[in-house]
């Protein structure tokens, strides 16, 4: 019997939605918000009926039976931190997207809405691997300053999501491999898997690893105590810095790797070293990640949106492809990663979690 379900992926200023018969995806929309519309709500969780009705609106459009649905699945929010797999959506781990126990995020909203539209039709919901995932083994928090531990805040559903189609493909095991997965997006994260664990991760969140097109990644500790006490910038000034106008957005003023291509077509040699030092700084990550694994690495994952750069890539494989062989899969597929999530849970061939 086919498997229905519903995927809810919330950002800031948009809702991507997809329907899904087993693996096939039955139709997808992307629905946009206006600074306006959000604007207008206080709190992250106030939008909630505001985005249920856009989504119930358009099933209605395109003649969707809402009760034919079998789940519904939601991108996971800043949650505690948790091991990765697919969680039902319960009171307690409701509640905790509710208040965002570490942090305001569109991304809460993702559960919120699947256990609201999921009761109501008298189906289960699910997240899945969300970015607060936390496999790190005990070695890895050690930061160097007893007053801030190493955390792991990454891009946990596209990196698990590409491991285990590697697997499949590879007809393994994903705890039978040892893979170095690297994302690069908006943020770049970097993880060491073994045995179905990210044992570590360069985070992609609060200042770790490579600089991306719009974080500072990892910088020189001492200069920026130096620039937050300086008087010349506000906290959330420095802070925008590190995260938004960081990366690329400093040195090229774009977040976008296309523009910066073509900077360095046009013979802009700042752009060209700005995209040589993040090849290099992100394969320094992989390296890194490499002697996690003791050197033992069956292969290299590529994925996240820069993965369909070719000069990135080529650059990625000349300095570390000596580790392991790489194998790029370009974008990501966020709600089909959501429906499998859900679907290997009504077939049996993973155990739900509970928060």
């Given at each position: 019997m086919a498997i229905k379900s519903l995927i809810i992926n919330p950002g800031s200023t948009s809702t991507k939605i997809g329907v899904f018969e087993d693996e096939t995806l039955l139709f997808e929309e992307t629905l946009r918000h206006s600074t306006e519309e959000i604007s207008q709500y206080a709190t992250i969780f106030d939008q909630k009926d505001f985005r249920k009705k856009i989504i119930t609106d358009l099933l209605k459009e395109k003649n969707f039976d809402v009760n034919t649905l079998n789940m519904v699945v939601g991108r996971g929010g800043m949650l505690k931190p948790i091991p990765g797999g697919t969680y039902a959506v319960t009171d307690d781990l409701l509640e905790d997207l509710k208040v965002g126990v570490q942090g305001q995020h569109a991304s809460n909203l993702g559960g919120i809405l699947a256990r609201e539209i999921a009761d109501s039709i008298g189906v289960p919901s699910?997240?899945?691997?969300?970015?607060?995932?936390?496999?790190?083994?005990?070695?890895?928090?050690?930061?160097?300053?007893?007053?801030?531990?190493?955390?792991?805040?990454?891009?946990?559903?596209?990196?698990?999501?590409?491991?285990?189609?590697?697997?499949?493909?590879?007809?393994?095991?994903?705890?039978?491999?040892?893979?170095?997965?690297?994302?690069?997006?908006?943020?770049?994260?970097?993880?060491?898997?073994?045995?179905?664990?990210?044992?570590?991760?360069?985070?992609?969140?609060?200042?770790?690893?490579?600089?991306?097109?719009?974080?500072?990644?990892?910088?020189?500790?001492?200069?920026?105590?130096?620039?937050?006490?300086?008087?010349?910038?506000?906290?959330?000034?420095?802070?925008?810095?590190?995260?938004?106008?960081?990366?690329?957005?400093?040195?090229?003023?774009?977040?976008?790797?296309?523009?910066?291509?073509?900077?360095?077509?046009?013979?802009?040699?700042?752009?060209?070293?700005?995209?040589?030092?993040?090849?290099?700084?992100?394969?320094?990550?992989?390296?890194?990640?490499?002697?996690?694994?003791?050197?033992?690495?069956?292969?290299i994952l590529v994925t996240g949106g820069i993965a369909y750069d070719k000069v990135v890539v080529a650059g990625l494989k000349e300095k570390a492809e000596w580790i392991a062989p790489m194998t790029v899969y370009p974008g990501e597929d966020e709600l089909m990663a959501l429906a499998q999530g859900g679907l290997r849970i009504l077939r049996g061939e993973e155990e739900l979690k509970v928060y």
């Open positions: 699910y997240i899945v691997d969300p970015v607060v995932v936390d496999e790190l083994a005990p070695a890895a928090r050690y930061s160097g300053m007893a007053e801030i531990p190493r955390g792991s805040i990454f891009h946990a559903l596209n990196q698990k999501a590409v491991a285990k189609r590697y697997a499949a493909e590879t007809g393994k095991s994903y705890e039978s491999l040892r893979l170095i997965v690297v994302h690069m997006g908006g943020g770049v994260s970097v993880g060491a898997h073994e045995d179905g664990k990210v044992v570590d991760v360069f985070s992609a969140f609060d200042g770790d690893g490579a600089f991306s097109p719009e974080r500072a990644g990892g910088v020189p500790c001492g200069a920026l105590v130096k620039l937050c006490f300086s008087g010349k910038y506000t906290e959330k000034e420095v802070y925008s810095k590190l995260i938004g106008k960081g990366g690329f957005n400093a040195y090229c003023g774009t977040n976008d790797m296309r523009d910066v291509e073509k900077m360095v077509q046009d013979g802009d040699k700042k752009a060209a070293e700005v995209r040589e030092a993040f090849i290099t700084q992100v394969a320094k990550d992989i390296g890194s990640m490499a002697c996690v694994l003791k050197g033992k690495v069956d292969q």
